[in-house]
């Protein structure tokens, strides 16, 4: 089964803290690609990230980092130096062999207060 | 610019009446689009796919007569929410693209509102 937990719900730190989201996938398949959004009051999704299943390498654009590791099935976020603009909820999420179709976490809802 | 316009932003309907949602591919054709819902404080879940020239895919537990589906055009898809209730009240949200190779678009969403 595919299935993508995001185990925080809700996370509130303060302005210029450093903050990581975790995420955590099952999948059986060996080609998938893995998603953060993020999803401000307006509802719509910005994109953040796509890495797929062979690209290990961490990333870091900006503030924003993030840290795949396939033997724990995890592909975490880390926002450094938080701002109050960094409120939302963050969705991670899996896109598996059939392409498209996207499972989402249950999302964790990033409160920065100044 | 917009790679997937989604319309209406957001609708107000009385019970009973149906709503359509359109969702358009703007810079490529799309034989696949995506549909999803999102209920407040909760995640995207998958309703159905949608397919051009075919009928749409329904996930478990998503009524297809209540949902219409229609992908007459590789540059658009329509979903209509039939004899809309209260409980349809709900965010949704459409997506193109996404397979293996191919980047994936999200619509900005429309806001369904049913009193």
């Known amino acids: 089964a595919q299935k993508v937990t995001q185990a925080q719900t809700e996370i509130s730190v303060v302005e210029k803290e450093d903050v990581t989201l975790d995420c955590v996938y099952e999948t059986r398949d060996t080609t998938y690609y893995l998603f953060w959004y993020k999803q401000p009051p307006s509802g719509e999704l910005v994109f953040l990230i796509r890495r797929n299943s062979f690209d290990e390498q961490n990333e870091i654009s900006g503030r924003y980092s993030w840290n795949f590791q396939k033997s724990t099935s995890s592909f975490n976020f880390t926002i450094t130096a938080s701002q109050v603009v960094d409120s939302a909820v963050y969705f991670c999420?899996?896109?598996?062999?059939?392409?498209?179709?996207?499972?989402f976490g249950q999302g964790t809802e990033l409160s920065v207060k100044p | 610019g917009a790679v997937v316009s989604q319309h209406p932003s957001w609708v107000i309907c009385k019970s009973g009446t149906s709503v359509k949602i359109e969702c358009r591919s703007l810079d490529f054709q799309a034989t696949t689009m995506f549909w999803y819902r999102q209920f407040p404080k909760q995640s995207l879940m998958l309703m159905a796919t949608?397919?051009?020239?075919?009928?749409?895919?329904?996930e478990q537990g998503v009524e297809k007569d209540k949902f219409l589906i229609n992908h007459a055009s590789l540059t658009l898809s329509t979903l209509t929410v039939t004899s809309a209730h209260p409980e349809d009240s709900s965010f949704y949200i459409c997506?193109?693209?996404?397979?293996?190779?191919?980047?994936?678009?999200f619509g900005s969403g429309t806001q369904l509102s049913v009193l």
């Open positions: 949608s397919n051009e020239g075919s009928k749409a895919t329904y």
């Open positions: 999420a899996l896109v598996y062999n059939q392409g498209g179709k996207l499972i």
């Open positions: 997506s193109v693209g996404g397979g293996i190779n191919e980047k994936l678009f």
